[in-house]
């Protein structure tokens, strides 16, 4: 196998047309919440072709899919792919989906030449990559890493009130979840194979990303309570206006970031809610979430810092009372050398250009890197659109990612 023409593009296609078409929204929309009567459709459908191509099947306690194919040397550590198949509203067909379905025509791809590993090679599909129904992304990684206390997992609720735990059992996925966790090493590597999200690959004609470094994410909930009132009765200078003190800690987001000193901190004030949200009323509660990420957790903690100094001026200045509540913040995850090197061999065999590159968006590989060596392989996506309905990414392109996968396991599962 020494190029894409040995994928089967055709059924890769057909494979993530009837995973798009298992949708809660009308095409061209994809949209698949985690435990959803959608979300069970695709894994069934994920399963039964894993079955067809010989593998053994599993799930854990949070829903996790391990398919397996056996190597000669079943008891060392097993070389593992794959990605998730739960999609936000309103997205499209080709996040994440193209790592677990590209992932399993790697596998079959190495079937087909005949190729024996000495170390089983196994296909994941994680639980809620996505944060959707539960408000956190990478669920089911977090869980396998053991970063993720099972009980309060257990606890997180929708916003119907259900509960993680009335969510997995219903769904067949029963047990304690400490049972999810994995030990160091259980893996011998894992490589995961995404759509780069972003447009540099597309815009400069490179094939693939080979991503050595993953952001370190981390976000807060921040809580303003000031004052109401009513609009006219309420004069300036009394007023304790959350929403003003919200907007001006925004804004002081976006000037900690720029001044972190490094080029890769981003900051995001994503939700900003205000209550009781009426044209005559002075706001009195705000709700703001910030996402802040960095490959650098030095530069990424400067810039919280900041933030939290400047959100406690401005609080104090407007008389507006804040709570500060992190999410998550986690570390940043730096690739293996030697699966690198497994992936640049793979590309240059197949006679696809390729380039060393930093993930800003974050996925279950970090996770796994918190228990065994990891690396990614990035795709190009058409103008670099991603998390709506007209995500693309060509038959080309993923027939490359591919084959680029499945030389790489080669050479990690020999």
Known sequence: MNSSSAIDIAAVG?????????????????????????????????????????????????????????????????????????????????????????????????????FRPRRSIELLVFTAEEPTRFGLGCLGSRLLAGTLNPALADALRDSTGRTLADWRVTRGFDGALESAGLDAGHYHAFVELHIEQGGSLERDGVDLGVVEKIAAPSSFRLELTGEGGHAGAVMMPGRRDALLAGAEVALAVERAVRASGSDDTVGTTGVFRIEPGAVNSVPARAHLEIDLRDTDVTAREKARREIEASMGEICMRRGVEARWQVINSDPPAVCSAAILAAIESAAADCGLSHRRMVSRAYHDTLFMSLFGPVAMIFIPCHNGWSHRPDEYASPMHIAGGIAALAGALRRLAA
């Open 14 to 114: 057909a494979e993530l047309a009837s995973l798009a078409a298992i949708s809660e929204q009308a095409a061209p929309a994809v949209t698949r919440i985690v435990f959803s009567d959608h979300d069970m459709l695709a894994r069934a459908f994920v399963q039964e072709h894993c079955v067809a191509a010989g593998l053994s099947v599993r799930h854990d306690a949070v829903g996790n899919m391990f398919a397996r194919w056996p190597g000669t040397e079943p008891a060392v550590p097993a070389v593992a792919t794959g990605s998730h198949i739960d999609a936000i509203p309103n997205a499209g067909a080709y996040d994440g989906t193209v790592g677990v379905v590209g992932g399993l025509e790697a596998i079959r791809v190495l079937q087909r030449a005949g």
